[in-house]
């Protein structure tokens, strides 16, 4: 707090004053980034002309915004057990409450694209709810450990990275794989 107060030229105790604790100062910054992050996802799924382009715009954005800061990244998406004070509260309020919104955001163009394909069954369309945390989950977990890989010829660019993740979000594992390769089978 100190460090944060002397950045913007003013004392702890009116940090202090107007956000209670450093527990309020992450939420009123992760309401911040969170809703910036949330307003570009949502303009990159409605500039997309097809469901699979406003899936790689929006890979693309989450990727290009926590590299761009990544430690206010780190800051507004960490939550008690990862650095934060056992009792700090709230502090997963943020995180929870935008990918939340983002699940919602997404849900809804899924279900429109798995009933506009005769192929999706009705065994799809009830597990659709399913998908977007499972897909936010997993562009989250590779996203963090992509930011924390040093560069260099094993990491890949971000489009590169938005891409493979679209790749498999899209297509599965073996739907991304290159053209005429068989994946292994357990026989």
Known sequence: ??????????????????????????RAVGEAVAGRMQAKLQEAAETATTAHAGLRAMVEVYLQMAESSPNVYAFVTRTAGAGNPAGAQGDAAVPGHFFAAVTAMIEAPLRHHLATHSSAGSAQLKAASFWPPA?????????ELWLGTPSGDGKPSREEMAEQLTGWLWAGISGSA???STPPTNR
């Open 135 to 143: 897909a936010i989950g997993m562009v989250r977990a590779a996203g």
């Open 1 to 26: 707090m100190e460090d944060i107060a002397a950045a913007a030229g003013t004392s702890k105790p009116v940090f202090y004053r107007y956000f209670g604790d450093k527990a309020g100062l992450q």
């Open 178 to 180: 290159a053209a005429g």
